[in-house]
Structures are given as structure tokens and as C-alpha cells.
């Protein structure tokens, strides 16, 4: 069976208190909303360039809790497959900047395609090098890395909050998706 990437654009629906399904932007900042951006990257730019490189893939967005998600990927993923969650980060203050790609801290081929993940991301925005991370318990995405059997990086491509960084990701779009499908297709296919 071939293998294919599974991309997750982060946030976009969450329930609410009241137990209701609403739309959730993601971290907004500069004007710009992270869902957003992420939406446009991976349906314009990622999904596209996979497509004509023929590496099979599907699009995910969260039905309803973040913690649902690793079940909803897993009805669609095998242990062979990728996932990739696209994400941006953001800080209360403009300073906070740059990239960094999270995985699961035990898995050497999370750790291989989070490697190639961050420096298809910097080799075309330049961005401050925050580097790979393992995703150790109470970390961003925790549950997205143990609870699913595929190879899973969650990407922070940038900060929304830090005005060139936002400005860079914007002017780069196009290139950046490109650059993450060609990671991705090199991954899969190597
Ligand atoms: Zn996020």
C-alpha cells in the first residue's frame, strides 16, 4: 500500500462551553489569524504541489476538540503514514520569533522528518532557527504525537504575534508551501 501524508491544519473548530461547535481562528495576530494562513498554505500551496509530485494525501481539520483529533486521524492513517500539523506560534509580546518543529521524543523517524520539516521552512523564509524539538507530556500537541500511529511532526512555522515574522510568512507563501510539499514527497518516497 503506498504511504501518504496526512495534513492538519490547526484549530478551525472547537466546542464551546455550552457544548456547541464554533469556529476557532487559531492565535490572531498583526491582523492575521492562524487558522487562516494555515488553511491557504496547505489548500493553495502544500496539497497542490503534492498532488502534482502524485504523493497521496489528505487534508484534516479538527471536527471538535483538539483532543479528538488523534481518533479522527487514526480512522484515516496507518502506522506508515505522515502526519503533519501546520501551526503558528504566538507570545504576548512582538519580540518572540522564529521556527521550530516538534515530534514524538522516542521516535527517530519523527525526529528525521521534523529535521527536514524545519529546514524546508528556513532554507526559504530565514527565519530564527528555534530548532526541532521532542514533544515531551504537557507540550503542545502532546496527545497529537501518543495517541496516533502514524510519524507525526506538529510545525510552528513562524510567530503571528512578531510582525516580520508574520510579514515574511506572508511574502513567502507560495515558496514555503512548495518547499514542505517537496520535504514531505522526499520523505515518503525515500
Ligand atoms: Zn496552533
Known amino acids: ?10 484549530h478551525g ?13 487559531g492565535a490572531i495576530g498583526n491582523g492575521f489569524e ?8 496547505v489548500n493553495k500551496y502544500v496539497s497542490p504541489y503534492l498532488k502534482e ?22 480512522r484515516i492513517s496507518t502506522k506508515d503514514d505522515v502526519i503533519v500539523s501546520f501551526h503558528l506560534n504566538s ?17 527517530s523517524k519523527g525526529k528525521e522528518l521534523a529535521r527536514k520539516m524545519l529546514e524546508a521552512n528556513l532554507c526559504i523564509t530565514k527565519l530564527k532557527n528555534r530548532g526541532i ?9 502532546h496527545a497529537l504525537f501518543q495517541k496516533t500511529k502514524a ?13 516580520r515574522d508574520i510579514a515574511t510568512l506572508n511574502a513567502v507563501q507560495e515558496q514555503l508551501g512548495r518547499s514542505y510539499a517537496k520535504a514531505i514527497a ?4 525515500g
Do not use: C, W
Request: charged letters at 30%; proline letters at 4%; a negative charge.
Open 1 to 10: 500500500m503506498k504511504r501518504k501524508a496526512i495534513l492538519n491544519i490547526g
Open 13 to 25: 473548530n472547537t466546542i464551546n462551553k455550552k457544548g456547541v461547535r464554533v469556529y476557532d481562528p
Open 34 to 41: 492562524e487558522y487562516k494562513y494555515n488553511y491557504d498554505l
Open 53 to 74: 509530485m502524485e504523493v497521496d494525501h489528505e487534508v484534516i481539520i479538527q471536527s471538535e476538540r483538539f483532543s479528538k483529533l488523534p481518533d479522527e486521524i487514526n
Open 91 to 107: 507570545v504576548d509580546y512582538n519580540e518572540g520569533n522564529g521556527v521550530e518543529v516538534f515530534y514524538y521524543p522516542t521516535s
Open 133 to 141: 524539538k521532542p514533544n515531551v507530556s504537557g507540550a503542545r500537541g
Open 151 to 163: 510519524t507525526a511532526v506538529l510545525i510552528e512555522s513562524g510567530f503571528i504575534s512578531n510582525d
Open 186 to 189: 522526499e520523505y515518503i518516497k
